[in-house]
């Protein structure tokens, strides 16, 4: 599934042919995505500029004057800027035509994506109102997450992929910040102390923003918006990495399951 830094750089890559220009025509070919694309699009849509392109979480928000387009990847979807003529393939859903010679292609195999018209305020949406701080935002801190560790017999690894928490900390981000900062991911959340949570913040703010640099990280379904796969796997220290040495100590990488999601980790390294 593509993380906040795959968004990310999708809104960073489409943003420079696709902000401040008006749309001419959307075409829907199958809106039988997560949630049906509403059909009034098609007339709703054209004539408006689209004023920005912003990121909540792991949806890109494109804003107009009348109302917000919300775009979610889902598990295998991708946006690309393409010229107008542009053959369309299997699965490419929609495309959003404008006033410079361009679309916007939503290509998505497993439709689990969507593409959702709000009018009401952004930040009241049902979607997005009770998510957590941005993670590279300065809201989240060590002084905040300590205090919601407070009490919580949670796994810090769920613990911090909870969006209510903070977003954007998904699977293999939660495991590399654990590594680094030689926190096991079985232990409660509330075991951790103030100093561990300071080094905890601070080593996600710092693999989240690696993984936007370098243009996402390890989806196979996964391009960026100019065609290129946006892999950096050769940078992970123990996802994946089951068996393997570990790149410090040597000692074997494990793996166990909480919530459901795979934990990695190194026993010497992560007390």
Known sequence: MPELPEVETTRKGIQPKVEGQAIQKIIIRNGKLRWPVDTSLTEKLPGLVILSIKRRAKYLLLETSQGHLIIHLGMSGNLRVLPQQEPAIKHDHIDLLLENGFLLRYHDPRRFGSWLWTEAPIQEHTLLKSLGPEPLTDAFNAEYLFQKLQGRKTAIKTFIM????????GNIYANESLFLSGIHPSRTAQSLTLTETTKLV?????VLSAAIEQGGTTLKDFLTPDGKPGYFEQKLNVYGRENAPCLRCHASIEKVVLNQRAAYFCSNCQK
């Open 202 to 206: 601070a080593h996600i703010k710092m």
């Open 162 to 169: 909870n969006n209510h928490i903070v977003v954007g900390v």
